[in-house]
Structures are given as C-alpha cells and as structure tokens.
C-alpha cells in the first residue's frame, strides 16, 4: 500500500476489537441463505433498501460486507454514521471505512472503486480529526492529515482538498501555511466542493492570503450558495449575503460575467 500500512493496520485492529468476526448478524437475522456471492447478496440488499425492507436489506450488505464488497462495506459504513436504518453506531462505521482503506488504497484513480475508497479515507480522516468517544479511537490530527493528504493527491479527491485546506488554515495537524490552504481550495473549488467555493470566494473578496478578487470572489460565493442546502450550511449563506452587500455594482456585474462563463464551461 502506498499509504502507511501501520495506519490502517492500526484502524482495522482498533475496531474489529469491537465488533468480532460476525459482522453481518448484528441484528440478530441469519445469513442470506444458499452459497450467495457477494455481487448477488449486495444486489439483492440494494433491492431491499429501495423497496424499504431495511432489516432484509441490513442482512445482505452485511454478507456481502464480510465477503469483501466494497460497496457493501461502504453503504454500511454510510448507515452506521448517519443512523439511516440503523443505530447510529460510529466504531460500526469506522471499521467498514478501515476495511475499504485497508484493501483498496491502492486500487487506480480511474478504477470504478476509486470514488468509494476516496470517501472511505476522508471520513477515517474526520474521526481520526475528533476522535470517538468512548472508544480506542483517539484524536489525532496528524493522522487524519496523512488521510486527508493521501485522498486528496493520489485520488484527487475534492473532500479531501477542502478538509486539507481547512488543516492548513487553522494549523492543525500540521503548521499553518494558507499559501498551502488555498492551494488545495482552489482545486477543490474547480472540481464544484461548494464548501471549498465558499471559503476560496470569501478570502479573495476579502483579500486574505492572496490578491484581493471581489469579483471572483462573489462568483465562488455564489456558486457555493446556489449548492447549500442544510442548515450546517449557514455560515455559507452569511458569507455570500455580507459580500454581495458589500459589492460594487460593476464588481456584481464582473462576478456575473464570470458566473456566466463558469457555467457555460461546465456545459461544454
């Protein structure tokens, strides 16, 4: 692996400590029956989530989880984090991100896989930035660094860019270097991470860390807006709102020009 084989050797240990070998009968329902491939039983867990059959459901992804199916084991980890179906169980979802890094980092950037193991190593690299509570998984910034930093250079991932530029900005993990931050936010940013847009239009309206681009500024801002849909979102629309109000009506009328450009780029 190109990634540190003792970092993910280290995740897999810590949670298959907690969950044992038996991962698929966690509710308690028996394995799908017959000598069922994992293609088949992830299939027919797919089937069951869209038809609403989430115990059914449970059962094959984890059957197909345990016979190495990365996306069963990803869709998993996905529920356990998010509580979809599930008890929201973090050490759950921990672990089937682990198993996906632990196999797979290495798989190609333009591999079917690659999208599935860059959002496994970035949501390892968040729990590794916070820790779990009541667990054996500590914080530990500079590990959550090496996860963002892989994801995000080997596999191009956008997450992963946002969240490197946000450890470079506050200083954590590594000493702050927003030559760096914006580096990778502009990368991001090309790439349609609406956080990234946010803060990337937000300091070049404001001139932090680089030649101040109001214009270009309030198109980041606006495209970031136009994405955002939740209330974790606000403070995106705050920043959009305090720049446009202090715009300029030819730096609106730029930002519109560019905005324009920007989509008719995208649709090309």
């Known amino acids: 692996m190109q990634i540190s084989d003792t970092l993910i050797a280290v995740a897999v240990a810590g949670a298959a400590a907690v969950l044992g070998s038996a991962a698929w009968a966690f509710d308690g329902t028996s394995a799908p029956s017959g000598r069922m ?160 847009q946010a803060l990337l239009g937000a300091m070049l309206f404001k001139g932090e860390h680089l030649r101040r681009q109001a214009s270009r500024g309030l198109m980041w801002l606006t495209l970031a807006r136009d994405s955002a849909a939740g209330p974790e979102d606000a403070w995106i629309n705050e920043l959009y709102d305090s720049a446009f109000t202090q715009a300029t009506d030819d730096e609106r009328a730029v930002a519109l020009i560019y905005l324009e450009r920007w989509m008719k780029h995208r649709r090309d």
């Open 37 to 196: 491939s994992a293609v088949e039983a992830f299939r027919n867990g797919s089937l069951a989530l869209k038809q609403g059959e989430k115990a059914k459901a449970l059962t094959s992804l984890q059957y197909a989880a345990e016979n190495g199916h990365p996306l069963a084991q990803w869709k998993l980890g996905q529920m356990y984090a998010k509580g979809d179906g599930v008890p929201r169980n973090d050490m759950r979802a921990f672990e089937y991100y682990s198993r996906i890094a632990n196999s797979h980092a290495d798989d190609r950037p333009e591999s079917p896989r690659a999208r599935i193991v860059s959002s496994a190593l970035v949501a390892l690299g968040n729990y590794y930035l916070d820790g779990i509570p009541n667990s054996t998984i500590r914080r530990d910034p500079a590990r959550a660094r090496e996860m963002f930093h892989y994801a995000a250079t080997y596999f191009a991932d956008p997450d992963a860019q946002y969240d490197l530029a946000r450890l470079y900005l506050d200083g954590v993990g590594a000493p702050r270097d927003p030559r760096q931050a914006v580096r990778w936010l502009s990368l991001a940013s090309h790439k349609g991470q609406y956080q990234a």
